[in-house]
């Protein structure tokens, strides 16, 4: 399914996708809709996900927890971390202020430091 599609990209999303919505008020773990990407490929098949609606648009996550650590991809390497150093002290030795950045714990946002 295509969660960022009306209809999901289904026949039948749009009636599917106004079900999944209004059984918001069942546990998540009884409603049946698990994350089949990475949690699947190491080894947890059913991971229960939260489905609803936030500012218009449909959000699939995960109950908080290790699941949520399954989706943050890897952490930067050193090799990355030099090359933004380097980018940085570029910037600055060209006269531009520059400044380093962080993710959130959740990976959602990044904040210069």
Not at 3 to 28: E, F, S, T
Not at 30 to 38: A, H, N, S
Not at 84 to 92: C, D, M, P
């Amino acid at each position: 399914m295509d969660m960022a599609r009306p209809d999901l990209g289904i026949a039948g999303g749009a009636l599917l996708l106004r079900q999944i919505l209004k059984d918001r008020r069942y546990p998540v773990a009884t409603r049946g809709l698990v994350c089949d990407e990475d949690c699947v490929r190491y080894g947890f098949p059913n991971e229960p996900m939260y489905v609803y609606r936030r500012q218009g648009r449909i959000v699939v996550s995960h109950v908080r927890g290790e699941a949520e650590q399954r989706h943050q991809g890897p952490p930067e390497t050193d090799e990355h971390k030099a090359y933004k150093e380097r980018a940085i002290n570029a910037a600055e030795d060209g006269g531009h202020r520059a400044k380093d950045e962080r993710w959130s714990e959740d990976r959602k946002s990044a904040a210069m430091w």
